[in-house]
């Protein structure tokens, strides 16, 4: 009761894996015993992907409680067929049950993950009723998160669910081969279409765009409305050069949309990179300079930081340690 107690006290959805885990492992104790230690891990396609990269290039991974390579592509052809319901796969004389899961903001389809070789089918009903209850506990946090308008995440989540990623991503133990960059989107002239249209087709113009993003970006992107018509993105990509493809990718598709009534509807956009020693604020404020270039020279284009510094265009406003010159 006290591992349910625990679950219920959390207040945002990064947190409740960790919570799910820990009442996973307090129920299983008391009514799956066995004499070894159950394994358990909840596991996104992202992060299989990852670890089974790094068995690719010989660069094995630490994570995932020290699985053999084989078992992570038995997993992700299981959650690439779209499986919703309990599975259960014999690998190597062990026993791997999974669990579908579809609670968290960072991916759209993970699961749970339990190695034990005596799981029997009341265990299994157990499991299935506590996961029941806890992704209608799940939804009503996520929904707390969400825009009421568009479904994105909202202002008020941005720093806890960008801190955690990065730290997550970065733990040694932990550790995936991805670049984090942050990007800025606003529209292009929103206030015309407000004052000619009314707000009523501008808030339709707002709805339509979000889903054009959550169709155009990957399964893992986070995407943020903070307000008005400012949308951020947060991204993760294998190669530091991918971003800019993600990028071109999207205004071509929104460039290529019409909208109801209103024809045409472009964007201006700011991207900086991100590390585990910046803080996301000073991200923000860069990817923003960004921004602010790309709607004085032009809009309708993707400038990036890093790149309008190395040319000389804006000035590094970074100076020693994480202090920071105005």
């Not at 995440?153 to 970065?170: A, G, M, P, W």
């Amino acid at each position: 009761m006290q591992s349910l107690t625990d679950l219920t006290k959390v207040r945002e959805s990064l947190a409740l894996d960790p919570a799910l885990l820990s009442l996973m492992q307090h129920w299983l104790n008391v009514f799956a015993t066995q004499s070894e230690p159950v394994r358990m891990q909840v596991l996104s396609r992202r992060q299989l992907m990852s670890v089974i990269d790094a068995f690719e290039s010989n660069d094995k991974p630490l994570a995932f409680e020290g699985w053999e390579s084989e078992n992570y592509a038995l997993l992700l052809a299981c959650m690439d067929k779209g499986a919703q319901q309990y599975e259960c796969i014999e690998t190597n004389n062990e026993k791997l049950h999974i669990f579908p899961l579809q609670q968290s903001i960072a991916h759209k389809h993970a699961i749970l993950l339990i190695q034990h070789d005596t799981l029997d089918s009341k265990a299994v009903d157990l499991i299935k009723q506590c996961l029941d209850m806890f992704h209608h506990y799940a939804s009503l946090i996520i929904e707390n998160e969400r825009d009421a308008l568009t479904g994105l995440l909202n202002r008020k989540t941005f720093d806890h669910c960008v801190s955690k990623i990065l730290f997550n991503d970065y733990k040694p133990e932990f550790k995936f081969p991805l670049h984090h960059f942050l990007a800025i989107f606003d529209i292009d002239f929103f206030k015309k279409i407000n004052d000619t249209y009314g707000h009523l087709i501008g808030d339709e113009v707002l709805l339509l765009l979000s889903r054009l993003m959550q169709e155009t970006f990957r399964e893992g992107d986070l995407l943020f409305r903070f307000g008005g018509e400012e949308f951020v993105g947060v991204f993760s990509c294998a190669e530091e050069d991918d971003i800019v493809g993600l990028m071109e990718r999207f205004r071509e598709t929104l460039n290529a949309h019409v909208f109801p009534q209103v024809g045409q509807v472009t964007m201006s956009v700011g991207c900086s990179k991100m590390a585990l020693n910046i803080l996301p604020n000073t991200v923000l404020e860069r990817a923003d300079e960004a921004l602010y270039y790309a709607k004085e020279h032009g809009r309708d284009q993707i400038c990036f930081y890093e790149k309008l510094v190395e040319s000389g265009n804006i000035q590094d406003s970074t100076i020693e340690g994480d202090i920071e010159l105005f």
